[in-house]
């Protein structure tokens, strides 16, 4: 499981689908922010320390728009 920080999510350990605020952030997540273009995610491993490594880049801008580490416990 990755770790999303989710302010709205209510902890009752009820799974509900998503509503169409939360698929709207995960779309503009995996679009670049200037241009709108689908972003490019990678995915690293580092079995080492058990982190996942996760970096999206806009191919046409060549930015980087997020770097997460991921726990993988
Ligand atoms: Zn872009």
Redesign the pocket.
């Known amino acids: 499981m990755d770790q999303h920080q989710r302010p709205n999510a209510k902890r009752d350990g009820v799974m509900k689908p998503l509503t169409a605020q939360e698929r709207l952030f995960v779309e503009t997540q995996n679009q670049?922010?200037?241009?709108?273009?689908a972003l490019q995610i990678r995915v690293e491993t580092y079995l080492d320390d058990y982190y996942l490594r996760e970096e999206a880049a806009?191919p046409?801008?060549q930015?980087k728009t997020r770097v997460k580490n991921h726990k993988m416990h």
């Open positions: 670049c922010a200037l241009c709108g273009s806009c046409v801008c930015i």
